[in-house]
C-alpha cells in the first residue's frame, strides 16, 4: 500500500526517498507475518469524540483504564511527543481447520474465542513489530519510534482505519472486504514524516444488522455502539467479581470471550486461516468439554495457560465462567459430578458461582 503527500519527501541516510521506504514498508510487514499494513497521521478525527461519549455513558464499566490518560489515547503525539505517522498492521488469526459453531451449539462444551486458542498475541506481535521498526530504522537513520499492540492507551482501530487498513463495523470491529475481521491490530509511532495512505472510507455493513441482533447479551446499544459491561469478552476476561446473575444464562457455554458478533458476519467468508503456528490451538481449547476444563488444577491450569491470553482471567476467573458454562449446560452426570466436586472451593467466588449453576439443575 502507498500513498502521497504534498511535499517532496526528504532523502533518508540510506540514499532511499521516505516514498521508497513507505513502499517497502507493506512488504517487510509481511515477511513478518502481518497480513497488510498502512501509514496515517497521528489523528483520530471524530473518534475522540466517540470515545468521548463512551465513556461518559460509563460503557467502559470496570476498565477504568480505559478513562485515564487524559487525551493520549485519541492524541498519539501526546502519548509519544514527535510523533509525525502512525504505521498500522494486522495480523489474522483465525486457526485452521475450526469447528466455533460445532462448540457453541454443544452445550457441553467450553467455547474460548479464537483469538485466545494459542500463544498470546501481545506477544507474538510486540516481537515482530519491533523486528519492523528495527528495519525502519536501517532506512532511516536516526529517527524515533514506539511499538504498541493493545495495552497502551491508543485508539487502534481508529487509527487502522485511516491507515487504509479497513472499515469500522457496527459491531465496532474493524473489518476488511478481503479478510473478515479475525485479525489483531498493532501500530508504530514513528518521527519519519512518511507518504500517508488513504484512509480507508466506504463502508460496507449498509442495510445488514445480523450482528447487533445475535449478540447473546444484547450489549449494542445501538449500531457502532458497544455497552462493554454486557459484552461476554468484558464479563469473562475483564471483570475481576461476581458475574450479574441476571447475564449469566445469555452467556451460554462462552468461557472466555466470544465471536458471535464476528461470525455472522457476511465478510467473514473472506477471513484468511493463519498461517502462524503460534495460534494454533493448545491442549484441545477448541474442543473441549466444560466439566474437562473445570477439573483442572490450578497447577494444571498455570502450566496449560503458560504464554497464553486465558492467563488474564486468572484461576479463580476461569473457575468462575466454566461454573456459568455448566450451569447453562444439560443436567448430564459429568455436568453434575463436576460441579459438586468443586462444591466447596476456598474463593466465595467460585463457591457463589458454582451454587448458582447447582440451583439451574434443580439441586
Ligand atoms: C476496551 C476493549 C475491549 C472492550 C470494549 C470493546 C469496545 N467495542 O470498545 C471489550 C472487553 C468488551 C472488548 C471485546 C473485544 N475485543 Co477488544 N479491545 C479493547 C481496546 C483495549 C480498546 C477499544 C476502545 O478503544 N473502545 C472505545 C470505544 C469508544 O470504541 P469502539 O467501541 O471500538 O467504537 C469505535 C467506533 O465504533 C466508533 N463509534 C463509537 N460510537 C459511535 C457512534 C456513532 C454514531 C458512530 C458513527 C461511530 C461510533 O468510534 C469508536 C472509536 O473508534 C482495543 C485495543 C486498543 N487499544 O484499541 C481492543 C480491540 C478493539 N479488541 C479486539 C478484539 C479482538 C476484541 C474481541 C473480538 C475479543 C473477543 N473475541 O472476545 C471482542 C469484540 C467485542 C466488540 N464487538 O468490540 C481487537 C479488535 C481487532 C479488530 N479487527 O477490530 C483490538 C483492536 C485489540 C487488538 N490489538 O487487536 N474489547
Ligand atoms: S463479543 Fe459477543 S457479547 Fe460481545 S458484543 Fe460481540 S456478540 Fe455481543
Ligand atoms: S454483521 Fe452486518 S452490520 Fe454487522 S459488521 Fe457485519 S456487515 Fe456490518
Redesign the pocket.
Known sequence: MTGTTSTTPPLTDSGDTLADVARRIPEWARELGFSSAGITTPD?G??AA??Q???ANG??GE?EY?GHHGDK?YTPCSLVPGTKRVISV?MDYLPAPDNPKEVLTDREKAYV????QGRD?HKV?RKRLATLASRIDEAVTGHNYRA???????????L??RAGL?W????????HPKAG??????EIFTSAPLPVDQPFETEHCGSCSA?LDICPTQ??V?????D?RR????L???LKGSIPEQLRPLIGNRV????D??LVCPWQKFSKPTQEADFQPRHGLDNSSLAELFLWTEEQFLKRTEGSAIRRTGYEGWLRNLAVGLGNAPSTIPVMEALKRRADHPSEMVREHVQWALRQHGL
Not at 474465542?113 to 485466545?116: E, G, L, P, S, V
Not at 475481521?181 to 498493532?186: E, P
Not at 445501538?222 to 458497544?226: A, D, N
Open positions: 483520530t471524530e473518534h466517540h470515545l461519549n463512551w465513556l460503557y467502559q476498565m480505559m489515547r494486522r474465542t479464537r483469538y485466545a498475541y506481535i504498541f499492540v493493545d495495552s497502551a492507551p491508543v485508539l487502534e482501530r481508529a487502522a482505519q479497513g469500522i463495523g457496527k459491531n465496532t470491529m474493524l473489518i475481521s479475525f485479525f489483531f491490530l498493532g450482528c450489549a449494542f445501538g449500531p457502532y455502539q458497544l462493554g459484552c461476554i469478552s468484558y469473562t476476561i475483564e472466555f470471550g466470544c465471536d458478533c464476528q
